[in-house]
């Protein structure tokens, strides 16, 4: 019995630290390597909306969110290099509809960073624009998710971060999971215009 709970230990320790090896986290798939079953919401979508913004020549872009008065997204990206988006309610709704419809979602971007409700503001650094990495390889800058002030770095250190590896792991579905229906409600802009 002894034997037999050692050799699972064992196993399990080594599930992990492949898991969480450098060399496999940062090589994205659908199916997550750190959690397998878990599939990776926005790699696909921000490969989409780079291409769409690419095609259209557009470096940034925003959106009402449709299920939500006064929620509102937005994106500026850097071809190759990175998506900065942000999600937060914005207290005076129609001022903010003129500029998505007007087509001017750098300044919907600004406003969203500066004069949105601080505690309903999600914002992510997406470097290499290519959905947000689990652990950052080592000589890259890592994913980040700030949310009400409060920012979570995804470079695999959650100890430095007074974290859990539960609770990383649970930051980071949550940031990926909400930074997928970003970039969808923007995919959706950049095709209505």
């Not at 979602?105 to 959905?131: H, K, M, N, P, Q």
Request: aromatic fraction near 10%; charge should be negative; proline fraction near 4%.
């Amino acid at each position: 019995m002894r034997g037999e709970c050692s050799r699972w230990l064992v196993a399990s320790m080594v599930t992990v630290v492949i898991g969480l090896c450098p060399s496999l986290a940062s090589a994205q798939s659908p199916e997550s390597s750190w959690h397998p079953g878990y599939e990776i919401r926005s790699a696909a979508l921000a490969a989409e909306l780079a291409q769409l913004l690419d095609d259209a020549g557009l470096g940034a872009i925003g959106a009402k969110d449709t299920d939500t008065e006064e929620r509102y997204v937005a994106a500026l990206y850097f071809p190759g290099r990175q998506f900065l988006a942000i999600s937060a309610d914005y207290e005076v709704p129609q001022l903010i509809d003129v500029k998505v419809i007007s087509g001017n979602y750098r300044d919907v971007y600004v406003d969203l960073s500066s004069a949105s409700v601080l505690e309903t503001r999600l914002f992510i650094t997406d470097y290499g624009a290519d959905g947000l990495q689990y652990q950052s390889p080592p000589e890259s800058a890592a994913d980040r998710a700030t949310r009400g002030g409060q920012e979570v770095s995804f470079d695999g250190d959650w100890e430095r971060q007074q974290m859990s590896e539960a609770d990383y792991g649970t930051a980071y579905v949550a940031a990926d999971r909400e930074f997928a229906a970003i970039l969808s409600l923007l995919i959706a802009q950049v095709k209505e215009s």
